[in-house]
């Protein structure tokens, strides 16, 4: 979804906006069903309105967001695509021209907003990118783990195609490496939370805690085009309250146009107070049995979530003293990250300050950084807790533990995030058996459990909570950022309750603002 403005002369050969715009749209995406996908984005003009491809509506990722004034161009967020289906669209050129964009505010460092900022890079952008210090740190660890990713992914899969004795239909070039990454983090500008800062002619943006995941904001945009004032708000990925670490969110009082996400707009999460009793139960079980417990985890923020409740169940006496390790060189740099952030921490946290403990360490933690080290857990006798990446088992050192594991009844595999269709931990937990890890078929003996209160997300009705808090009824609200079922239910819920006027937008649907 982007927001654009309306065209009185449009020049495709150069750029695909004229100086001229006088007025603000606001474009959002027609859903790929809907259209013919293109390897290139194409601009139609259609009376005062422009066409484009680009954004998060009708799915959960690629987040990104144009608003052009006439005067200044930027774009909140610029997220890479993670379904399957939609991959493609992170190959595809941008639809405007790079000299002309000014800047990009971030709303936080998650892959799917910020992970397409180094090829803006690659493309020529030469402007700035405003975010939160946290949001800095952490952005510039998720580019360049993608980037290197990126690299090594095209360079296998170029020596397996030339062993094959076939060729890519796509090229092998990887869509930026780490050196775009590094160019685009040296250009990160950090702005503060709750303060108001000009940052373009008539153009006023306010960052607000989103308490998603360290560093979040949602974006407030006050404007003031040729004595036209508007406000537009961009939710971000909004958190839940009452949850370990951080702040709650943040509310926000007002707003003409509101552009919120829509992931778990049908349903709710399991109450916050079950989680610890739940992994409590879990741990002392597997321990009693003499195995492991292994964790896949993402790396930002549910790494962090564990250790805060690992901690806590320590310090109560709910669980035993075992060796836990957090096996992911990216969990623990961005676990670093929160040790320099403690003005973020919620008041519970900052008391465990106080009394000197750190919420992401304990003893008996040891953070691998090493392959050697990786290697080494496998080889320890008793239980062990094993936290490790990739979230949903697609790659990464999770698979060696789970090989190591996997088939012993005393072990215990612990789902606490998402698992997305297709990928080895979704099967897992559909009871698939056997299972294949690195080509070897392995029979399932291992306790499977799943802890689903851990999101980072809010649910249904924090939704509807930080929506409510807008004083007065909105021009028009636009959900993104979710699947076409969620999103659809959570529109119908304001429509009828709020009486709102509520879209959920296509792909590439544009919208004045007025």
């Known amino acids: 979804m982007i927001l654009v403005s309306d065209a009185n002369d449009i020049n495709t050969s150069n750029s695909f906006f004229s100086s001229s715009f006088r007025r603000i749209t606001l474009a959002c995406q027609r859903q790929a069903s809907t259209i013919s996908e293109t390897t290139h984005c194409e601009v139609v003009n259609h009376g005062n309105h422009t066409y484009l491809l680009l954004g998060a509506a009708g799915n959960v990722t690629g987040s990104c967001y144009l608003l052009d004034t006439g005067t200044t161009r930027l774009l909140v967020?610029?997220?890479?695509?993670?379904?399957?289906?939609?991959k493609h669209r992170n190959y595809d050129p941008f639809p405007f021209d790079m000299g002309s964009l000014d800047l990009v505010l971030l709303t936080h460092a998650h892959l799917d907003h910020c992970g397409l900022l180094p090829k803006l890079s690659r493309a020529g952008f030469k402007g700035k990118v405003l975010s939160t210090s946290a949001s800095k740190d952490i952005a510039e660890i998720v580019m360049m783990d993608s980037a290197r990713i990126q690299q090594e992914d095209t360079a296998y899969k170029k020596r397996r195609h030339k062993k094959e004795g076939r060729v890519s239909s796509v090229p092998y070039d990887a869509i930026y490496d780490t050196a775009d990454a590094a160019d685009i983090a040296s250009r990160f500008k950090v702005i503060a939370n709750d303060k108001a800062q000009e940052i373009a002619p008539g153009v006023t943006a306010t960052y607000y805690i989103a308490g998603h995941i360290l560093g979040s904001s949602s974006i407030k945009l006050d404007l003031d085009i040729d004595g036209l004032k508007r406000t537009v708000l961009f939710s971000g990925d909004i958190g839940r309250w009452d949850v370990p670490i951080l702040q709650d969110p943040t509310f926000v009082d007002n707003a003409d146009y509101v552009i919120c996400e829509s992931t778990y707009g049908d349903r709710e999460h399991e109450p916050v107070?079950?989680?610890?009793?739940?992994?409590?139960?879990?741990?002392?079980?597997?321990?009693?049995?003499?195995?492991?417990?292994?964790?896949?985890?993402?790396?930002?923020?549910?790494?962090?979530?564990?250790?805060y409740r690992l901690s806590g169940l320590l310090a109560e006496g709910r669980i035993p003293p075992l060796m836990t390790f957090v096996d992911s060189p990216m969990a623990i740099s961005v676990t670093d990250v929160f040790m320099r952030h403690p003005e973020l921490f919620d008041q519970e946290t900052n008391d465990r300050l106080k009394e000197g403990t750190h919420p992401c360490t304990f003893a008996g933690l040891?953070?691998?950084?090493?392959?050697?080290?990786?290697?080494?857990?496998?080889h320890i006798k008793g239980?062990?807790?094993?936290?490790?990446?990739?979230?949903?088992?697609?790659?990464?050192?999770?698979?060696?533990?789970?090989?190591?594991?996997?088939?012993?009844?005393?072990?215990?595999?612990?789902?606490v995030g998402y698992q997305a269709h297709g990928t080895l931990g979704r099967l897992i937990l559909e009871g698939l058996n056997p299972v294949r890890i690195h080509g070897q078929k392995l029979d399932v003996a291992a306790r499977i459990e799943r802890i689903n209160g851990f999101s980072g997300h809010a649910d249904r009705s924090e939704l509807i909570q930080w929506l409510s808090a807008i004083k007065t009824q909105p021009k028009r609200v636009f959900l993104t950022h979710g699947e076409p079922k969620a999103a659809q239910s959570l529109a119908d819920h304001l429509r009828d309750t709020k009486k709102w006027d509520v879209d959920v937008p296509a792909y590439e649907q544009v919208v004045t603002i007025d």
């Open 383 to 415: 239980t062990c807790i094993i936290i490790a990446g990739s979230g949903m088992c697609t790659g990464g050192r999770i698979k060696h533990h789970l090989k190591a594991n996997i088939s012993r009844p005393e072990s215990t595999i612990l789902f």
């Open 77 to 86: 967020d610029c997220g890479y695509y993670q379904e399957r289906e939609f």
């Open 273 to 307: 107070a079950d989680i610890d009793t739940k992994l409590a139960s879990i741990i002392n079980d597997t321990d009693r049995a003499g195995g492991n417990i292994i964790i896949p985890s993402f790396a930002i923020e549910r790494t962090q979530d564990l250790l």
């Open 366 to 378: 040891n953070m691998t950084r090493t392959a050697a080290q990786s290697k080494a857990i496998n």
